[in-house]
């Protein structure tokens, strides 16, 4: 099906001299190719209105992956126009609430028969089997959904890279990435010579990962930490200089800074500034509904 019309908010993109300007560049999503569409470019806590992370992947028109279904998603998944019919993969990067809670929101009350990938567990964090058994299950929280939902998990291993998912020329790779104790998968997706690369949370302190996302068309940075970052936030989000250089590094087509996690928009003109100071690509900031073509 035809995707819905993009976000009646324009798309900034800054380079390398810092200057922000109204592109058109990102009008529409278009019925061929592949479009990304942004459902949530908002963070944990205040994020100035924006749901949470959430992704849309069309190809040729349909909407066939998500990645992610952060808290917030559920209306501007319908808005877009995509549907569980044409979904084929629900990737999810990780069991924090900002990822993952909509899902069952989104599912309903129609269902849907689909591939489920995320992480494996550890002794803080139920593997992608058992969420999807604690939700879905027979005695899960949602057993509502018995008979409505057909879920094949694909439990991904955060300790080695491996292929997650193929079908109809679109290929899912997927490696563990360093978001503190919190099992956290990357993914890199493929169709015929376009690539996108999805980053999740994450320092962006594994060397491994910039090979891993090297030359994508299109990289998605999670912005949710500033320079002075301190804490708990700064063991679980990169830098914007860190986004930046690990982008540099990788050589990638465009950035899309997404995940912002501020109440303050000249914080985040800051963190672009910074950004901006490693990466001298394009970088297109993530609006909610926003499409942008990998290319
Ligand atoms: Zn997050
Ligand atoms: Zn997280």
Redesign the pocket.
Known sequence: MTPAKSSPLPALIVGAALTLAVSTAYAACDSSGVQLQVLGSGGPGDSMGRASSAYVLWVNGESRLLVDAGSGSKDNFHQSGATMGEIDLVALS?L?PD?SVELPAILWPGGGSFDLAGPSGNDGFPSITRFTELLFGEDGVYEVFQGRVDINVIEVNPSQRSQVWQQDGITVTGMGVP?GD?PTIGYRVEYGDLSIGFSS?QTAADPAFVDFIRGVDTLVIHMAANENAVGVIAE?HATPSAWGQMAASAEVGQVVVSHISTSDPGELQTNLAILGEHYDGPVVVSEDMLCIAVK
């Open positions: 990780h924090h990822h978001h919190v949370d679980l």
